[in-house]
């Protein structure tokens, strides 16, 4: 049928059923790149979304837009490596919208570097976010979750937890252990109601990726690495924290879902 035609015909104006209409979802690592574009993916599937970070205005400005597009969301100031602010972060997130299904832990560091040249200052500063903060943010969200009957979990993966990667020891060594806990507290929990998968991006044009290549030549080098050609931006990573965390889908847990043009193909 032709634009210009006069013919009508009946609309189905209802709106499908989302899977996420009525959920609670928590984003650490909020603030910007695929933590930011979680929480706008979340928010238009229909969850009410609390994010977090430690920068304020920017939060803020992932809220306004949450909130410009018909949607809810809240921010809170949290560093996922201190146990008593991810506690507070559950605990307002019960509080604002009175319960927890879902949560993406996605607050993460990256460090460069041979392993001879790591300081202990530096190692712990990337174990202590990227490990102690998953595992602080498990220990406080599932126990809310239960509250309700369960939940749904993704932690932020890597393929440097798939796979060794030279110069980058101790990030690879993070993400294996991230690998771990993931499948560990699966299987702890698979009982109850509570799903934990992991997601294991390769580069995605995000602000961690331009510190990890900030020349145009690295940035090229490193996009064809991954046998599409090119990286990958935070909506596909987005995409795929949305389909792990589905309420339809109570058979999937203990996994990790690599988002990476090919890159572990290889």
């Not at 009508?8 to 690592?29: D, E, I």
């Not at 809310?144 to 932690?155: E, S």
């Amino acid at each position: 049928m032709s634009s210009t035609s006069t013919q009508t015909q009946s609309v189905n104006t209802s709106a499908p059923t989302s899977n996420f209409a009525g959920k609670v979802a928590l984003v650490t690592g909020g603030t910007s790149g695929i933590g930011a574009a979680t929480a706008l993916a979340l928010a238009a599937a229909g969850a009410k979304v609390v994010l977090s970070g430690r920068r304020e205005p920017e939060g803020a400005a992932v809220v306004a837009k949450i909130t410009a597009a018909g949607g809810v969301a809240a921010f809170f100031r949290a560093d996922a490596s201190v146990e008593s602010e991810i506690a507070a972060l559950v605990a307002f997130t019960v509080e604002k919208f009175g319960r927890l299904d879902l949560a993406f832990n996605n607050a993460g560091v990256e460090i460069t570097g041979p392993v001879t040249a790591v300081a202990e200052a530096d190692y712990r500063r990337v174990f202590d976010l990227n490990v102690w903060g998953v595992l602080a943010s498990l220990k406080h969200e599932i126990p809310a979750m239960l509250k309700t009957g369960g939940g749904a979990i993704v932690n932020t993966s890597s393929v440097a937890g798939h796979a060794g990667m030279a110069g980058v020891s101790v990030y690879v060594a993070s993400k294996h252990a991230v690998e771990g806990i993931t499948k560990a507290v699966a299987l702890e929990f698979a009982r109850q109601g509570i799903r934990v998968n992991a997601v294991a991006p390769a580069a995605i044009v995000t602000e961690m990726f331009n510190r990890f290549a900030p020349a145009p030549e690295q940035q090229a080098y490193m996009a064809n690495l991954h046998p599409v050609g090119h990286a990958g931006q935070p909506d596909d990573i987005a995409r795929a924290v949305l389909y792990l965390l589905d309420p339809a889908n109570t058979f999937l847990t203990g996994t990790s879902l690599a988002v990476d043009g090919g890159w572990l193909a290889q």
